[in-house]
């Protein structure tokens, strides 16, 4: 099982509360503690035996850069993931020019998003079968381990396919309390649009969110919300209250989408 660990001085309050730099920097401690944990066994490679010019493996800080870029580039920058690995900004643009970081790059994404899915699968479901993220050293992600939704924007979108494909495949097997990842996270994203003053944060916001793994989460999340609406069992089973929850965060997710155009 990989753990994300490592103290925090992170405060326990609910995540809804926190600001968007506490977000990103609560994200950046998952996201590095995650590494550290892959990388905890980590043997450097031996060049004993191969021949010359043949590959040999990634050396302790290439791996570690190719697992950083989940953080990029919301969550971390080229320059701090150089910084995090004890590298230059230019080395590291080298490197992701290169097959085996591109490679061990992708195998970074799937990883963390398979362990993201696993975690989201254990508190949706309750089994607990296969590795998934557990946190700790962050009393509100130790409380309420879904609030890990909230940090999903300070993550490559890469990430989200895993996410995407997840709720995707459960709907179709009519599995509809999945729709808590897909409203839950889409909710607090476009929520925090109006959190973000710079201008720059704002506009690398902005192009995360139109990335083509976000949209189609989206699209899951606002049919699932239409599909409510429209369905005559579903109004008269759910109380007024629950119909209206529903109504509000569609309007408040179009109305938000929209001032991404």
């Keep these: 099982m990989e753990k994300a660990r490592g103290k925090s001085k992170m405060t326990d309050q609910e995540f809804p509360k926190l600001d968007w730099q506490t977000l990103r920097q609560i994200a950046r401690q998952v996201g590095i503690s995650w590494v550290d944990?892959?990388?905890?066994?980590?043997?450097?490679?031996?060049?004993?035996?191969?021949?010359?010019?043949?590959?040999?493996?990634?050396?302790?800080?290439?791996?570690?850069?190719?697992?950083?870029?989940?953080?990029?580039?919301?969550?971390?920058?080229?320059?701090?993931?150089?910084?995090?690995?004890?590298?230059?900004?230019?080395?590291?643009?080298?490197?992701?020019?290169?097959?085996?970081?591109?490679?061990?790059?992708?195998?970074?994404?799937?990883?963390?998003?398979?362990?993201?899915?696993?975690?989201?699968?254990?508190?949706?479901?309750?089994?607990?079968?296969?590795?998934?993220?557990?946190?700790?050293?962050?009393?509100?992600?130790?409380?309420?381990?879904?609030?890990?939704?909230?940090l999903l924007p300070f993550f490559s979108p890469e990430v989200i396919v895993l996410i995407e494909e997840l709720v995707r495949v459960k709907f179709l097997c009519g599995k509809r309390a999945y729709s808590v990842l897909a409203t839950g996270f889409l909710s607090l994203v476009y929520k925090n649009i109006g959190a973000v003053a710079d201008t720059q944060q704002l506009k690398t916001f902005r192009a995360w969110m139109k990335d083509e793994n976000v949209l189609s989460f989206a699209q899951i999340m606002l049919t699932d919300l239409i599909d409510n609406l429209a369905d005559p069992d579903y109004r008269e089973k759910s109380s007024a209250e629950e119909i209206g929850l529903c109504a509000e965060t569609l309007k408040g997710v179009v109305f938000s989408f929209l001032s991404l155009l």
């Design 37 to 150: 944990a892959m990388l905890r066994d980590f043997k450097e490679p031996e060049r004993t035996g191969a021949h010359k010019g043949d590959p040999i493996g990634l050396f302790l800080a290439k791996r570690k850069a190719s697992l950083l870029m989940v953080l990029h580039p919301y969550g971390l920058k080229l320059n701090e993931i150089a910084t995090l690995v004890g590298t230059t900004h230019g080395t590291i643009r080298f490197w992701r020019c290169r097959g085996d970081f591109q490679e061990a790059e992708s195998e970074g994404y799937v990883a963390f998003g398979e362990h993201l899915c696993n975690t989201f699968e254990r508190i949706i479901e309750g089994h607990n079968l296969r590795p998934n993220l557990v946190i700790e050293g962050i009393p509100a992600l130790e409380k309420r381990p879904l609030d890990l939704l909230h």
